[in-house]
């Protein structure tokens, strides 16, 4: 559904689901402020048995000058717009209306009507917004009142961002020009009393392995900011490595984790720990995740059993690889090469000057590199994204005239780190073909493996079970992980 879309309709209201929290108000706010700037007769509600009392969302509500109204019944509008929730759910007020639409970013739930927009990948519903507005040809950054609240929606969504995952979020945080001091004033209106009691009583009743080094503690029905801060607190001491903090709410279990090790990357953590039953994700120090009751084949007494579970399985069934000392069976592995296919690439020096500082933004995480002349960025069949230097690349590929199409979901970025600046990497792509000149041995992989690569020795590639190990034949050093659908799509066996 595109925005644009909504401008048929005359009497609209844009409803937010009860008890609603920041990003549900920054949503609301963001689609209120393009049906009015297009002369539409608008109103930003919500209802429920209790009206805004927060702090900090009282003073976000004060602050931007956001025109939310507090509602018990409507007139049945022409249409209606519920954000960050879907129409008939139990968490928003019904109201009737002539036609309606959903913009939201949770799993889905009902039914959706016609008009909707639903990305469940999505950290906050302020990025499905933010997104509709940019296809629109909207530069958000005119407008400072919805920027900051748009930024605040998906901080407060995310856990501080420690639950950003998808590079979508990524963009949001890091291309809003927003306001500073409010947002900072927001942050410090954001714990109260009981909370703080909520914290205290948290931290008096931790669980810790000495084997693995994490420690579990379960805290009282709260914001998931206060998890963060609990986390927080306790990867403080000296001998916890990683932490797991988790609340039992009334739809599931909100999970915090932290990491302080490289070996650890707290979004995978959260990831292993919610799989399966929820989701997870996040910053390589900082993640978090939800965990759905109805998924969850256990009662309440047995959740902090079941969690300290998944942790130990998680530590206890995983290979580490440093590929700078790591030397490779190649008994047990199989010589492949690469099919002929066309691919994508791009000179580094061409986005930035050489000696950049740079981070590769793509679906599959960050990796930071020194932009270099010998440095070529490539781009694969599904839009993965990879170094390679020029005399590797000028083995195993030729160059190709005509124009390379991209086909994937997200354009891949390159943000210079000290500036700040980002540059999509498909304008600068050229194509090229495989030439099939490079050997690697593979082996498949029967449990996760954790690979430092040559390139960057501070973040692991992970290899699930059905992935593959590589090694290059012509440096032994060059070890990799190939996801299971990319390499059987672009490498053969060599007989």
């Known amino acids: 559904m595109r925005l644009k879309e909504l401008l048929e309709y005359t009497d609209i209201v844009v409803q937010c689901h009860n008890n609603p929290d920041a990003d549900a108000i920054a949503s609301g706010f963001g689609v209120y402020t393009y049906l009015k700037k297009h002369g539409k007769n608008v109103r930003l509600i919500y209802s429920g048995k209790n009206k805004i009392q927060k702090a900090n969302l009282v003073l976000m509500t004060a602050e931007l000058d956001i025109p939310i109204e507090y509602v018990e019944s409507i007139d049945k509008p022409e249409l209606l717009v519920t954000v960050d929730c879907q129409y008939g759910e139990g968490n928003v007020q019904f109201f009737e209306a002539e036609k309606v639409a959903v913009i939201d970013h949770h799993q889905i739930s009902i039914k959706l009507p016609d008009l909707h927009e639903v990305h469940s990948n999505l950290g906050a519903c302020a990025t499905v917004v933010w997104n509709m507005l940019k296809k629109e040809g909207i530069d958000v950054n005119d407008d400072k009142r919805l920027t900051t609240a748009l930024y605040y929606g998906l901080m407060t969504d995310t856990n501080n961002f420690t639950e950003v995952s998808h590079p979508f979020d990524k963009d949001l945080r890091d291309e809003l020009e927003f306001n500073k001091s409010l947002i900072l004033h927001f942050q410090n209106s954001n714990l109260s009393l009981q909370e703080l009691e909520i914290a205290g009583k948290a931290l008096l009743d931790y669980k810790y392995n000495e084997e693995y080094h994490y420690a579990i503690v379960e805290a009282e029905p709260c914001d998931p900011n206060i998890l963060g801060m609990i986390s927080d607190l306790i990867l403080e001491v000296d001998v916890v490595d990683t932490c797991l903090v988790y609340s039992i709410l009334s739809g599931g279990i909100k999970v915090s984790v932290r990491s302080c090790v490289r070996e650890v990357k707290a979004c995978e953590l959260a990831e292993f720990v919610t799989e399966g039953i929820g989701s997870g994700g996040g910053h390589l120090v900082k993640a978090g995740g939800f965990i759905q009751f109805e998924l969850l084949k256990c009662t309440a007494q047995e959740i902090g059993t079941f969690l300290e579970r998944r942790m130990d399985d998680y530590f206890s069934n995983v290979e580490i690889i440093y590929a700078?000392?790591?030397?490779?069976?190649?008994?047990?592995?199989?010589?492949?090469?690469?099919?002929?296919?066309?691919?994508?690439?791009?000179?580094?020096?061409?986005?930035?000057?050489?000696?950049?500082?740079?981070?590769?933004?793509?679906?599959?995480?960050?990796?930071?590199?020194?932009?270099?002349?010998?440095?070529?960025?490539?781009?694969?069949?599904?839009?993965?994204?990879?170094?390679?230097?020029?005399?590797?690349?000028?083995?195993?590929?030729?160059?190709?005239?005509?124009?390379?199409?991209?086909?994937?979901?997200?354009?891949?970025?390159?943000?210079?780190?000290?500036?700040?600046?980002?540059?999509?990497?498909?304008?600068?792509?050229?194509?090229?073909?495989?030439?099939?000149?490079?050997?690697?041995?593979?082996?498949?992989?029967?449990?996760?493996?954790?690979?430092?690569?040559?390139?960057?020795?501070?973040?692991?590639?992970?290899?699930?079970?059905?992935?593959?190990?590589?090694?290059?034949?012509?440096?032994?050093?060059?070890?990799?992980?190939?996801?299971?659908?990319?390499?059987?799509?672009?490498?053969?066996?060599?007989?």
């Open 324 to 495: 700078k000392d790591y030397i490779a069976d190649l008994s047990v592995m199989k010589s492949y090469r690469k099919c002929q296919l066309s691919l994508g690439y791009v000179e580094s020096t061409d986005l930035f000057p050489s000696g950049s500082n740079v981070n590769i933004r793509t679906l599959e995480g960050d990796l930071d590199i020194e932009i270099q002349d010998d440095i070529y960025i490539m781009i694969g069949i599904n839009g993965e994204v990879y170094p390679i230097r020029k005399e590797k690349f000028e083995r195993g590929y030729r160059r190709e005239s005509g124009e390379y199409i991209f086909e994937n979901e997200y354009e891949p970025t390159i943000r210079e780190i000290v500036e700040g600046k980002a540059v999509s990497i498909v304008p600068y792509a050229r194509k090229c073909v495989t030439t099939g000149e490079v050997i690697i041995y593979v082996k498949q992989l029967s449990g996760r493996v954790k690979v430092f690569s040559s390139w960057d020795e501070e973040k692991y590639m992970l290899g699930r079970p059905g992935d593959y190990l590589a090694v290059r034949k012509d440096d032994l050093h060059d070890v990799y992980i190939i996801e299971a659908s990319i390499f059987k799509r672009t490498y053969e066996e060599v007989l």
